[in-house]
């Protein structure tokens, strides 16, 4: 099945329903970056959770950055996605391991640890919006919907899964639930919807036993009026850098450092974070662009 979004409403609107499929962007991710079990199951719901929070987005070229800062062994955690349904992300340390937790399950939350949840909407325009939080349990879900709620004001309920195997990943998803303020006044309605979130036994097991988005949603909020809207939004992993933009960070290294750069390395070498590409500058390459700034200066 492709990696999709779709979106729903239920309890006359008073409901917002958004569920994601990322199974091959996550092992796109993978494969790019070459995560271990647990560090793929963490980039992978955070890469989730920003292609469901951009999907509330209204204006093209609208992006969610979500940056996850612990102080465990894995290090930081950064994705960029977009409401045009682009993701791309990396981890700081990719090759940490860690044994299962006492679920039996990938121990994100100990790889994360404590710290704090950052995230930067661009909303297309203007500067773009900014919070902290503080994590509360490092596992990204229960981090992103204590997010929602202590900055946006909005009770939300979010399920991400990644399950990942000897052949890589098999299963990875999630469903944002929010409850908006035309509905959050109904405290059954409320009590409900979390006790029925809370009876999910994750999200990768709905997939593993064939469950389409479509379904997950009537499971959940059928008898809610649930109404699915008809668009489905493919996704994907995607990175924009290019050359080109590589010479331009390099640009603003300076005259100096590129001069230095001529004469020691004979040219220049990056690697894009998020996507593992190396780009190689050559020495006529730097003296392009050292011409560049002096006909500039």
């Known amino acids: 099945m492709a990696d999709q979004l779709i979106r729903a409403t239920a309890a006359q609107g008073g409901i917002r329903a958004v ?9 796109e991710a993978r494969n790019r970056h070459k ?42 955690i950064l994705i ?3 409401l045009d349904g682009t993701v791309r992300g990396y981890v700081e340390n990719p090759s940490v391991e860690l044994p299962p937790n006492s679920k039996g399950k990938l121990d994100v939350g100990g790889a ?27 596992e990204i879900g229960d981090d992103v919907a204590h997010y929602l709620i202590s900055s946006e004001q909005t009770p939300s309920a979010v ?32 009590e409900t919807l979390e006790s029925r979130v809370a009876a999910l036994s994750g999200f990768t097991p709905l ?20 109404a699915i809207f008809p668009e489905t939004q493919i996704l994907r992993y ?27 390395d004979n040219g220049a070498e990056a690697t894009c974070d998020f996507c593992g590409t190396v780009y190689q500058a050559s020495r006529d390459d730097l003296a392009q662009l050292v011409v560049d700034l002096q006909a500039e200066a």
């Open 19 to 27: 569920g994601a499929i990322t199974t091959r962007l996550t092992e």
């Open 80 to 82: 960029d996605a977009g």
């Open 112 to 138: 994360v640890g404590k710290g704090f949840l950052y995230v930067v909407r661009d909303i297309g325009y203007g500067y773009p919006y900014s919070s902290t939080v503080e994590l509360v349990s490092g």
């Open 35 to 76: 995560l271990s079990y647990v560090a793929t199951a963490a980039l992978g719901r955070t890469m989730t959770a920003g292609l469901l929070m951009a999907s509330s987005m209204k204006r093209t070229g609208a992006r969610v950055n979500i940056r996850v800062k612990g102080d465990g062994p894995l290090g930081g």
């Open 159 to 190: 399920v991400l899964g990644v399950f990942v195997g000897a052949s890589g990943v098999t299963a990875a998803g999630g469903l944002l639930v929010q409850v908006l303020p035309k509905a959050a006044r109904d405290e059954a309605l409320v």
């Open 238 to 264: 995607h990175c924009g850098c290019s050359f080109d933009r590589v010479l331009g960070a390099l640009k603003m290294l300076g005259e100096a450092e590129l001069q230095d750069m001529i004469t020691k």
């Open 207 to 226: 997939l593993q036993a064939g469950k389409s988005l479509t379904d997950i949603f009537q499971d959940l909020l059928g008898d809610m009026g649930v």
